[in-house]
């Protein structure tokens, strides 16, 4: 095999194993909502948001002949969905879930009517579909600056969590790489905010250790 085979090889594999790493983080909280019975502390919105991200990439990668693409967003998908049907059995409040799901689910739906019928181009169908998952990626990348904001104002990386920051850059340099070695933009640049928003948590870390989270909380009371 020659060397550019083994590092497409190598930066496909790398791909798969680290997007699913960062994807199974939520079976955690799967675990967590099967023993309480209930949904206390866990959050719909990022497993909606994922999936239909998963399935938006899906479709792209399916367009574009890209396996690798298509087993990483097709597994995410499944595992996505699995999530948000756990969730809704133990939610009490199912209408409000069901709504937000029903939303999304309509936009998807109404997107793809686009992109299939409207769209007869193959080469505009894969680069519309392409803008749309890069915008909607670096729009996932971005939300949880008001959360990094929260941190430097409390001093506390609490709410942060250091293993699902270290899956998301090496999730995010993988990709960005992987683009980079397909000439993909599509796949590169919205993998730049996820390298960068790791790193800024990677720095809260080590700015406000939870040594020091620790003696905050107890000089607060």
Not at 2 to 22: H, I, P
Not at 134 to 152: E, G, H, N, Q, R
Not at 176 to 204: A, C, E, H, K, Q
Request: with cysteine; aromatic share 14%.
């Amino acid at each position: 095999m020659e060397a550019s085979g083994v590092v497409d090889s190598l930066l496909s594999g790398a791909c798969v194993v680290f997007t699913l790493g960062m994807f199974s983080t939520g079976l955690s909280d799967l675990r967590h909502m099967r023993m309480t019975r209930s949904v206390d502390s866990i959050q719909f919105l990022p497993f909606l948001t994922t999936d239909v991200n998963n399935l938006g990439w899906l479709s792209y990668g399916a367009l574009k002949g890209d396996w690798t693409l298509i087993v990483v967003n097709a597994v995410g998908a499944v595992l996505q969905t699995l999530y948000i049907l756990v969730y809704l059995h133990y939610c009490p409040r199912k209408r409000a879930v069901l709504l937000q799901t029903a939303t999304l689910l309509g936009v998807l739906l109404l997107g793809y009517s686009y992109f299939w019928l409207l769209v007869p181009d193959l080469r505009a169908r894969l680069q519309q579909l392409g803008l749309l998952c890069s915008v909607f990626t670096i729009s996932m990348y971005l939300s949880p600056l008001a959360d990094l904001a929260k941190v430097i104002q409390t001093k506390s990386t609490q709410c942060l969590s250091f293993s699902l920051t270290i899956a998301t850059l090496l999730t995010s340099a993988s990709w960005f790489f992987y683009g980079f070695r397909l000439r993909d933009p599509y796949i590169m640049v919205p993998n730049f905010p996820g390298i960068l928003t790791s790193f800024i948590r990677l720095w809260l870390f080590w700015k406000y250790p939870q040594e020091q989270d620790r003696n905050y909380r107890l000089l607060q009371t």
